[in-house]
């Protein structure tokens, strides 16, 4: 299973982003589809997960308001939309896979795509 995220880049304070997650390969079972984190010198950090059907969602606190998952199961797609954006969501952003749901746990991660805030 191969995993690609992409839509990050250079933004400014406020403006509204949507990251994309590709998955791809041999799909035997896929239960969740989530989103993580990492900024500079901080442990990567859990921002959303999203069950199979799509209505069970989980989000970190320091996502909770501005960022909402969604995944297409028809196109192996996850989404993570994110308002407001703040220099504080400057980060690595990666996908991962759960066999179980949005609760993972986590079986596999893609490569991130970065994300900078600048105020």
């Known amino acids: 299973v191969q995993l690609q995220a992409s839509g990050g880049g250079l933004v400014q304070a406020g403006d509204s982003l949507r990251l994309s997650c590709a998955v791809s390969?041999?799909?035997?079972?896929?239960?969740?589809m989530g989103w993580f984190r990492q900024a500079p010198g901080m442990e990567r950090e859990f921002v959303a997960g999203?069950?199979?059907?799509?209505?069970?969602?989980n989000y970190g606190d320091s996502a909770k308001g501005r960022f909402t998952i969604s995944r297409d199961n028809i196109k192996n797609m996850a989404y993570l939309q994110i308002l407001s954006l703040k220099p504080e969501d400057t980060a690595v952003y990666y996908c991962?896979?759960?066999?179980?749901?949005?609760?993972?746990?986590?079986?596999?991660w893609g490569q991130g795509t970065q994300v900078t805030v600048s105020s």
């Open positions: 991962a896979l759960s066999r179980l749901g949005a609760y993972g746990p986590w079986d596999s």
């Open positions: 390969g041999r799909i035997s079972s896929i239960g969740g």
């Open positions: 999203i069950g199979w059907s799509g209505t069970n969602m």
